[in-house]
Antibody, heavy 123, light 108 residues
Framework: QVQLVQSGAEVKQPGASVKVSCKASGYTFTGYYIHWLRQAPGQGLEWLGWIKPRSGATKDAQKFQGRVTMTRDTSITTAYMELSRLRTDDTAVYYC????????????????WGQGTLVTVSS | SYEVTQAPSVSVSPGQTARISCSGDALPKQYAHWYQQKPGQAPVVVIYKDSERPSGIPERFSGSSSGTTVTLTITGVQPEDEADYYCQSADSSGTYVVFGGGTKLTVL
């Protein structure tokens, strides 16, 4: 069965960076885009960007350009999202999610989600 | 930047029909998808590509599209349908993903 398992909670100081991992299993990792999203406490969902695991190509949301870096390691079927220059308003649960389109294509919708990683930014 | 808009809350009694709408200028061009999120859980897709229902999602969930508005309909609402529902689509170029602010469905 498809699973996306994320790394554990993090506490960071303002100005630091955080790197969240997303271990995929149960499907061909290179066949599906991986998206990153977040949800601040009591707020709605926000999209950060995607990575195409086959090539490593990425697309960031305009709001996060220059601060977010998405990478992957195909040998261990894991995607990573690093957010730099953290601010207190970056406190959120961060999710990875698989794009619904099979066969190395893009749909912009999400069929499987990780369990979420709480990142707390506080001095 | 492009936005899609949802009402913040909808309330219905069990067995009634709930309709949650989402509006945006690019919706005639871009598909909309709907996610259900219960407290402390990751979202789950209940409708994709405007009106397609994933396997395992009850038939009472349906979606429709008309012009710049898409609608999630839950026919015969059950207490377990109480949740936040998010509309999701893309800008007119299809490049950037956007979410509505979410609609809290309360089952009275």
């Amino acid at each position: 069965q498809v699973q996306l398992v994320q790394s554990g909670a993090e506490v960071k100081q303002p100005g630091a960076s955080v790197k969240v991992s997303c271990k995929a299993s149960g499907y061909t990792f290179t066949g599906y885009y991986i998206h990153w999203l977040r949800q601040a406490p009591g707020q709605g969902l926000e999209w950060l960007g995607w990575i195409k695991p086959r090539s490593g190509a990425t697309k960031d949301a305009q709001k996060f350009q220059g601060r977010v870096t998405m990478t992957r390691d195909t040998s261990i079927t894991t995607a990573y999202m690093e957010l730099s220059r953290l601010r207190t308003d970056d406190t959120a649960v961060y999710y990875c999610a698989r794009d619904s389109c099979s066969g190395d294509c893009y749909s912009g919708s999400f069929d499987y989600w990780g369990q979420g990683t709480l990142v707390t930014v506080s001095s | 930047s492009y936005e899609v808009t949802q009402a913040p809350s909808v309330s219905v009694s069990p067995g009634q029909t709930a309709r949650i709408s989402c509006s945006g200028d690019a919706l005639p061009k871009q598909y909309a998808h709907w996610y259900q999120q219960k407290p402390g859980q990751a979202p789950v897709v209940v409708i994709y590509k405007d009106s397609e229902r994933p396997s395992g999602i009850p038939e009472r969930f349906s979606g429709s599209s008309s012009g710049t508005t898409v609608t999630l309909t839950i026919t015969g609402v059950q207490p377990e349908d109480e949740a936040d529902y998010y509309c999701q689509s893309a800008d007119s170029s299809g490049t950037y993903v956007v979410f509505g602010g979410g609609t809290k469905l309360t089952v009275l």
